[in-house]
């Protein structure tokens, strides 16, 4: 409620300019007037018809008499003529800091043109300044001018309906770069696009290649099944592996005349090879050669046959 109640209040008309100055409540709404210190102004009968259309034109107003700035411009019509404003954002953002005016403390700002359209006689702003009209226009003047002339109040400021917004970042860099930068960042944005659109093919190539060689080879859906796939396969190598080695390793066996291999049989889980035409006490040169390989074998010698058995 009691926020409520402060943005509800009634903002008090304040006149801005560097050499006045100001009472401020931090806890008032402020309409600001500026002076026109703060601002450029041109009155112009312009072959346009649109406001739009005057701020287009309103640098090429001004090129020959602003000083190097940011300027921002403003218009409305009077009459048959234009009025037209060039301010700079900065200036006046750094001269309401610097009279403590917090911008959620400003309500709205207009020019003193606009404020003091009814302006009847000169007001003094300070000790050396008068705020007049002359052919229209508000301005400045000196004041040993004048003799004995009021000083500028509250009352005299009237609330305007031609009002400015600032642009609180203006001052850091002008509208130009802005634009150029705007451009680097769509041109930066279309190129991710570019490249995301060209990794995303990619990625979709890849996944039918992948889905591919599933089918293909059919593989399980997941990697930890597939993984266990590999694994079992690469125990079952390993196993064949060692199979062939065994039987390489019997058919090499120093067998004597007489001697022959009658059988070799393998049930999965063991290999059996039969050797026949042996004399008690030959399975010992027989089997050297299986022991320095380090194999491990049981033997049973019956009948002159001997049944050697490798477990795999």
């Known amino acids: ?184 960042l769509l041109l930066f944005i279309f190129v991710l696009l570019g490249e995301y659109f060209y990794y995303y093919q990619n990625y979709k190539r890849v996944e039918r290649e992948k889905e591919a060689i599933f089918q293909s080879y059919k593989l399980k859906p997941t990697l930890m099944q597939n993984r266990a796939i590999l694994e079992s396969y690469k125990k079952r190598n390993l196993k064949e592996q060692k199979l062939r080695q065994y039987i390489t390793d019997f058919l090499k066996l120093n067998l004597h005349k007489g001697e022959k291999i009658l059988s070799i049989d393998y049930d999965g889980k063991k290999l059996q090879v039969v050797v026949e035409g042996l004399k008690k006490g030959d399975e010992k040169r027989l089997l050297a050669s299986l022991y320095k390989k380090k194999i491990k074998i049981k033997t049973e010698y019956k009948a002159e046959k001997l049944l050697i058995e490798v477990a795999l």
Do not use: C
């Open 1 to 184: 409620m009691i926020l409520f109640l402060k943005f509800r209040q009634k903002a008090k008309m304040l006149f801005l300019d560097s050499a006045h100055s100001v009472d401020v409540d931090s806890q008032q709404q402020y309409h600001i007037v500026l002076s026109p210190s703060l601002y450029w102004i041109k009155k112009a009968t312009l072959p346009v018809k649109y406001l739009h259309e005057v701020k287009k034109i309103a640098p090429t107003l001004f090129e020959e008499r602003l000083p190097s700035g940011n300027y921002n411009y403003f218009a409305y019509k009077d009459g048959d003529d234009f009025i037209v404003f060039a301010y700079e954002d900065s200036k006046i953002l750094s001269l309401l800091v610097e009279k403590g005016i917090a911008l959620h403390q400003v309500r709205s700002i207009s020019f003193a043109q606009s404020s003091l359209e009814s302006l009847q006689e000169p007001l003094a702003i300070n000790d050396k300044s008068v705020i007049t009209k002359k052919d229209g226009v508000v301005i400045l003047l000196p004041r040993v001018w004048f003799d004995d002339v009021k000083e500028i109040n509250d009352s005299v400021l009237n609330s305007s309906k031609y009002t400015i917004r600032l642009e609180q970042f203006s001052h850091i860099v002008d509208k130009t770069t802005l634009y150029k930068i705007g451009a680097l």
